[in-house]
């Protein structure tokens, strides 16, 4: 067992650190829990006593208004979860069924799920280990190693695929360097869309993430910075893109005041209004989440600044994050180490977690296409997310 003595001095300083920041918890801490001391109760009952809740009402519209001011989006069009937002964003950039969809390696499934589910394969690529995001650099080298350039587009010259579409996922918050990654995407000729599931409130060089690409998917999920129970939106300054977007997720119905008449087989994805009703009331309390996060990310940073093993990812240069979760790097990188710090920290009710598994280990996407994977190889084993509730920095 040589891992165990280092083991257990990483394990016995994270928990001072957490006592210190955070503890101790009372019974367990959950790694975040959503928090509703807005107008909640008087929107969602407003909402019931209109009897609007399904999926037309003053809300949602309201809730597309509010997204669309925040994050100065020309466009927000609210849907069901952020895997029907990205799959829809998918679809209206173009990914056809047979195209290939670059997505960073290191995401929660759902980035791989939504290329799946327009019938596209993802193709995996590495991370930046600053940003935890995709790294240009590496992408840059990998593209020009495997594909082709036609008239068709840009083609995998292994898999004979469309490479459709690059999808950038700003990881716990922390924005991607965005510049390189656009001007790549640019050569080629290949629409990005942005996964902002994780980064309502955070911001690239003062514009809000999400607002880059040509679409960007938002989550609204319980655990995410502000939530409507499920929800998503998708983001554009595009007008057309945005027309489409609200009716591909509105099965297509042409508007008459009694015909049924739908022009294309599309979604039933849209937000109800009952969801959107807690959304509203959580976009109120956003900036003050914000403020409390940060404070939270602070007294960590400040905390862990003095142990060896282990460092706290604080938000890349130029950026602002919104410290989703905040999140430690263990220097010396090692699942099994990770895992016994998980159990120690676990033991003591603080419900830390790790990174997800990397996408291209999951069975249904093994034999995915994939670059070199060495940083989020190592990201994998080293990265742990602390308890990061907003009401933590009270
Ligand atoms: C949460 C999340 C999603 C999907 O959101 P749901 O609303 O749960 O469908 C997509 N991508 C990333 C990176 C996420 O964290």
Redesign the pocket.
């Given at each position: 067992m040589p891992h165990l003595p280092a083991t257990d001095s990483i394990s016995a300083a994270l928990l001072d650190v957490l006592d210190q920041v955070v503890g101790p918890p009372d019974g367990v801490m959950p790694l975040h829990e959503p928090e509703f001391g807005g107008q909640e109760h008087s929107f969602v009952r407003a909402c019931i006593d209109s009897t609007f809740v399904s999926s037309v009402g003053k809300f949602v519209d309201d809730f597309e208004l509010r997204l669309a001011s925040y994050t100065g989006a020309a466009y927000a069009v609210a849907v069901v979860?952020?895997?029907a937002a990205?799959q829809v964003a998918l679809r209206l950039i173009g990914v056809e069924p047979g195209d290939e969809v670059i997505v960073p390696a290191l995401?929660?499934v759902?980035?791989a799920n939504a290329v799946s589910q327009c019938g596209a394969v993802p193709h995996f690529v590495d991370s930046d280990p600053v940003t935890m995001g995709m790294a240009a650099a590496p992408l840059a080298a990998h593209l020009e190693e495997t594909v082709e350039v036609s008239s068709q587009g840009v083609c995998n010259r292994v898999t004979g695929r469309r490479i459709a579409a690059i999808v950038p996922?700003h990881t716990f918050g922390h924005p991607v360097d965005l510049d390189p990654l656009l001007a790549l995407a640019e050569h080629y000729g290949i629409p990005v869309v942005e996964?902002a599931?994780?980064s309502l409130g955070s911001t690239y060089h003062g514009r809000h993430a999400g607002t880059f690409g040509q679409v960007a998917?938002l989550?609204?999920?319980g655990n995410?910075i502000i939530t409507t129970g499920?929800g998503?939106a998708i983001l554009t300054n595009d007008a057309e893109l945005a027309k489409r977007a609200k009716h591909l997720t509105t099965t297509a119905k042409l508007p008459h005041r009694w015909a049924f008449v739908h022009d294309e087989v599309a979604w039933n994805y849209r937000l109800p209004n009952l969801n959107a009703a807690l959304g509203c009331a959580q976009m109120e309390q956003l900036p003050d989440f914000l403020e409390r996060k940060r404070t939270l990310a602070a007294r960590y940073q400040q905390a862990l600044s003095g142990l060896g093993e282990v460092r706290f990812m604080p938000e890349p240069a130029g950026s602002r994050s919104n410290y989703w979760l905040n999140t430690v790097e263990l220097l010396q990188p090692d699942i099994g180490a990770r895992d016994r710090v998980l159990a120690a920290l676990h033991e003591r009710g603080y419900l830390a977690r790790p990174v997800w598994t990397l996408l291209n280990e999951l069975p249904m996407y093994r034999d995915c296409p994939r670059a070199a994977l060495d940083v989020a190889e190592r990201l994998q084993a080293g990265l742990l997310n602390l308890p990061s509730s907003p009401k933590l920095a009270r």
């Open positions: 979860n952020g895997t990205l995401s929660f759902a980035t996922m996964d599931a994780e998917a989550s609204f999920n995410k499920g998503g």
